[in-house]
């Protein structure tokens, strides 16, 4: 297996070769799944796709994909934001199976050697440095999340600037910055605050989730979104809520609270884990 340690993993003019021809095309984006039990997150662009994380098992996210009318044959590659078993569960299997190279970092790469097993090719990223597949050039920033090397990304095609930023215990300066300007964000609001406190888990738990390296609660996802709003931004995922400590009502419920005086402005969306969201299609 061949790695190749990349800052940019396309020449700059393939990048543009690639880019060429994208006022013609949309950019889709849909979560097939969302939740402490599985990722995944198809971005779309001119028939070329990529997996932002693949956390069910191989043939579950292809059924996830027909059932979204979706070809896995347009897929192109896997990126991998980090190690835990819901983000990587599916990823070596789709990768031999449809001869997907992975972008993933080399610590996380290391933390997952021995779930992903051998891979149709490897390439590896660093968070601050950007790279390039096909027509998206995709930007990875660190996040706060206990995990080797977590990161989340923002993804550009040229046309429409994607961003995305789940599994995070706290949504500093910095990655507020990397989300400005985004014309669909996808953003976790894992927990209700009251929920957590008041359900089964044992404390340690509770700690550890509502922490800085654990995971942002739905008060703390609305104020991020609020910190990043324009006025070009048309949609919004609210994603890997947990199935213990959140219900897609609690989340609705502090949106009206906290934004309603943006819901007529832009599309909001409740990821699910079984069901994950519609295909989203990005306008001009």
């Known amino acids: 297996m061949k790695t190749v340690s990349t800052g940019r993993a396309t020449s700059a003019a393939g990048a543009k070769s ?6 013609s095309t949309s950019t889709e984006v849909c979560l097939l799944a969302s939740g402490s039990k599985g990722n995944a997150v198809y971005i779309a662009s001119g028939g070329f796709a990529i997996l932002l994380d693949a956390g069910l098992s191989g043939i579950a996210l292809q059924r996830r994909m ?53 891979m149709a090719g490897l390439n590896h990223f660093r968070c601050g440095r950007d790279f390039d597949i096909g027509p998206f050039r995709l930007h990875p920033f660190s996040t706060s999340h206990d995990a080797c090397d ?58 550890r989730i509502k922490g800085r390296l654990g995971h942002l609660s739905n008060p703390e996802a609305m104020e991020l979104i609020e910190s990043v709003f324009h006025r070009r931004l048309q949609h919004v995922v609210l994603a890997h809520l947990s199935q213990t400590n959140n219900t897609p009502r609690m989340v609705r419920q502090a949106l009206c609270q906290k934004l309603h005086h943006l819901t007529s402005r832009v599309r909001f969306h409740v990821a699910g884990q079984d069901c994950g969201t519609d295909v989203i299609r990005l306008e001009t």
């Open 66 to 118: 027909a059932a979204k009318g979706l070809d896995p044959s347009d897929l192109r590659a896997i990126v991998v934001s980090h190690e835990h078993a819901d983000h990587i569960n599916g990823v070596g299997v789709l990768s031999r199976r449809f001869n997907l190279p992975v972008y993933i970092s080399r610590r996380t790469a290391a933390a997952a050697a021995g779930q992903l097993g051998k």
């Open 18 to 23: 690639a880019a060429e021809g994208l006022e």
């Open 150 to 207: 977590p990161a989340g990304f923002t993804i550009s095609n040229g046309r429409h600037k994607i961003g995305l930023a789940t599994d995070l215990g706290i949504a500093t300066s910095m990655i507020k910055v990397h989300l400005r300007g985004c014309h669909l964000l996808i953003i976790e609001a894992n927990h209700d605050p009251d929920m957590l406190i008041q359900g089964p888990y044992p404390w340690p738990l509770k700690q």
